[in-house]
């Protein structure tokens, strides 16, 4: 293959919806779990893969990430589509922010973290692996891809944490305000999850045990969602579930576990 080939954007065109403030759950949970990688990193470099047909969530995470990680930190944000990298141009900011056009091949940039958020959902479940592979083969030493999805205004989302090995953890997060059960995280699941909600699947069992979790919680709703939540969160680990983190995270509307699940 020739050295233009393997420059050619691999993927197809997203809807590219998105709305301010739409990943601010997720960018808050790669500043707390992501940092030492960038940290570690001679070039802090991130990729914002499908940013979408305005630039916003792509500006947003580079200032989140320069304001909670390091000021130096530069931020790719790669569409496949021609007009929405021209649309971006005026957002840029280099070195720090910066648009390209590039899919899952990542442009020939070796980042140590990719966001590709809402970007698979429309793929087929069977082309999955191979995206995740096409990204994962592309990162720095120890990068990482944070795949996920959410809704229109970013109050349900889910996303995985995947290296060179595969996927290492699965969170679900909520806005605890708005929530009116945690089945309807089933249904912002990543595309490599979705259609696995059923019987006898780990991710229908967690799904259905947070859910029992937050109806056993239902007296702590007097003193707010986010309490009942956090006893939620804490009944799912005493039953077993190996849940991550700690209340700090968990007040957050988040829940973290590790991959494979159980």
Not at 155 to 170: F, K, N, Q, V, Y
Not at 180 to 197: T, V
Not at 227 to 247: H, K, M, S, Y
């Amino acid at each position: 293959m020739s050295p233009a080939a393997r420059r050619r954007p691999f993927g197809v065109v997203t809807r590219g919806t998105t709305n301010p403030n739409r990943l601010r759950r997720v960018d808050n949970w790669i500043v707390a779990s992501c940092a030492d990688r960038l940290l570690a990193a001679d070039d802090p470099l991130v990729v914002d893969l499908g940013y979408g047909a305005t630039p916003v969530t792509a500006v947003e995470l580079r200032a989140r990430l320069a304001a909670g990680v390091r000021p130096d930190v530069r931020l790719v944000g790669l569409e496949i589509d021609a007009a929405r990298v021209a649309a971006a141009a005026p957002a840029a900011d280099p070195p720090g922010l910066t648009f390209a056009r590039g899919g899952f091949e990542l442009a020939g940039l070796r980042p140590v973290l990719v966001r590709a958020f809402n970007v698979l959902r429309q793929y087929d479940e069977s082309e999955v692996a191979g995206a995740w592979h096409t990204m994962t083969a592309a990162l720095a030493p120890g990068g990482v891809l944070v795949e996920g999805t959410c809704d229109e205004l970013g109050r349900l989302a889910s996303w995985l944490l995947i290296d060179a090995e595969g996927p290492r953890t699965l969170t679900l997060a909520a806005k605890l305000t708005t929530l009116g059960s945690p089945a309807e995280l089933a249904e912002r699941l990543p595309k490599a999850l979705i259609h696995r909600n059923v019987p006898g699947e780990p991710v229908h069992a967690l799904i259905r045990a947070l859910d029992d979790a937050w109806q056993a919680a239902a007296p702590y709703a007097t003193f707010g969602p986010r309490q009942r939540w956090l006893r939620a969160v804490a009944q799912l680990r005493e039953t077993g579930w190996p849940v991550l983190d700690n209340p700090t995270r968990w007040r957050r509307g988040e829940l973290t576990l590790p991959w494979p699940l159980p």
